[in-house]
């Protein structure tokens, strides 16, 4: 290695319509890039339908609390998140606007503001906390953010008791009336990532990759190969696991297109699209995986993640669930209906301890990428059966670069704003804010 050579984080490994972000290598710490080179991330999870929080609430406040059943599958990482309960959205609630918790849980989760209900056209909720985020940190990144879910939705219309199809569909907003819209197909958010802007060659570069089965790498292996020759031994083992790893996807990505949808959705009576992944754990933790390349080259900052829309009745026959997730939430305490909605949750609670393995997999520093991370998941609606949107189900992975004490369930008093968690956040972040939504201060207790 030449050590007087210096290599840039904003640095892409080059070829025919790609554009290969690197991850952190030891080689930047010299450089200028050594300021930026471990930012803290921030990602939003969303859960539809609210959970059966005899399942998800532990008993036990503080560093011993325990593991309820849906929240096992974390059991790993039990010293890498918190469970915060009491926290409360009071703009989902109705405040005189009747019927709708549904949508009104999908537009208040990420903005704490009222949604509007309109029998017209119009839409305002307020710009929520990652396109707030976004204003501020995506000047230092490729791309400002990044909205991903598994189901398209119409970003008008009326979808829940008068109130716009863009609350339901949508958590992200950059500002009160624009939804971001957000991308469900694996190949899309593949191609976003890795290609670069000259549209005539990124067309090219895809028509020969689907004619010749090559991959992406393929463009970019002289370019490579030359960065190899100049950097460290650790540094060699860095890339190569990096490019392991995007090939891994890029195959999993091409076998979603090539197998297609094998089912018909069974509420809704028709064929996902072409490219979208048979299964919904497989479709989730894909999607989960481009959120921690992004992350690891530092091509986006913030991230939100729809598992579902706001009142999805998607039937989850990957657990053995036929009835549609919606009207499983609406179970007027019967207990078989609550079991099968205790499985719903697990099984997203699975999907996200994949994600969240996956980015403490990562080295970053004396740490990893999830150290690095502020990962908030959760519902806008705390109990289906009751449309509630006080003591909401949340939990808060990651360190925040060392500004937060992980491993412990935190119960606020009642109605403390969630928007105190999002000022928190951007603190955190090093973006400058007074308050955000209808937040009353910052939120204690993240930090021990």
């Given amino acids: 290695m030449n050590a007087s050579w210096n290599l840039s984080r904003r640095h892409f490994l080059r070829g025919l319509g790609a554009a290969v972000a690197l991850p952190s290598l030891d080689v930047m710490a010299s450089t200028k890039a ?60 109705a405040n005189d606007d009747g019927a709708g918790d549904h949508a009104r849980s999908g537009g208040v989760f990420l903005t704490g503001s009222q949604p509007l209900k309109s029998e017209g056209a119009e839409i305002r909720v307020g710009q929520s906390v990652d396109q707030f985020a976004a204003e501020y940190l995506g000047q ?68 020969q990759r689907k004619r010749h089965r090559r991959s992406i790498l393929d ?10 020759n100049k950097v460290s031994k650790s540094d060699q083992q860095k890339l190569d696991e990096y490019l392991t790893s995007v090939r891994e996807i890029e195959l999993r990505v091409q076998r979603a297109e090539e197998t297609g949808s094998q089912h018909e959705d069974l509420i809704r009576g028709f064929a996902a699209p072409e490219g979208i992944p048979d299964a919904a754990d497989e479709h989730l933790r894909l999607l989960g995986d481009m959120i921690v390349l992004a992350f690891q080259t530092d091509v986006t900052r913030v991230a939100t993640f729809m598992f579902a829309n706001a009142g999805s009745n998607r039937a989850y026959r990957e657990v053995g669930i036929r009835e549609g997730h919606h009207a499983l939430s609406h179970h007027q305490n019967r207990p078989e209906k609550l079991e099968q909605l205790a499985k719903i949750n697990r099984f997203h609670v699975q999907q996200l ?35 509630n949107h006080d003591d909401l189900p949340i939990l808060v992975a990651g360190r925040g670069g060392g500004q937060i004490q992980p491993g412990r369930h935190v119960v606020y008093p009642q109605d403390t704003p969630m928007s105190n968690l999002f000022n928190s956040m951007l603190d955190m972040t090093g973006v400058p804010v007074d308050y955000f939504g209808d937040s009353t201060g910052r939120l204690r207790h993240l930090s021990v």
């Fill in 140 to 207: 230092h990144t490729r791309f400002p953010s990044m909205e991903l879910g598994t189901e398209t939705g119409r970003p008008y219309g009326k979808c829940d008791s008068g109130y716009s199809c863009g609350y339901s569909n949508n958590i992200s907003w950059k500002d009160a009336s624009t939804p971001m819209a957000k991308m469900v197909n694996p190949r899309e958010v593949f191609e976003r990532l890795f290609a670069n802007e000259i549209a005539k060659e990124v067309g090219e570069s895809q028509s």
């Fill in 353 to 387: 301890a994949y994600i969240l393995q996956r980015l403490k997999s990562v080295k970053e520093g004396e740490g990893n990428l999830l150290d690095n991370s502020v990962i908030v998941y959760g519902s806008g609606i705390s109990d289906g059966n009751r449309h």
């Fill in 34 to 93: 050594l300021a930026t080179a471990h930012p803290t991330r921030m990602a939003f999870f969303f859960v539809p339908n609210g959970i059966n929080m005899e399942h998800w609430r532990p008993q036990r406040e503080g560093v011993h609390f325990d593991l309820p059943s849906t929240l096992e599958p974390l059991a790993t990482l039990r010293n890498d998140f918190s469970v915060l309960s009491g926290l409360t959205h009071d703009k989902g609630r």
């Fill in 219 to 228: 463009f970019v292996l002289d370019d490579a190969k030359s960065l190899q």
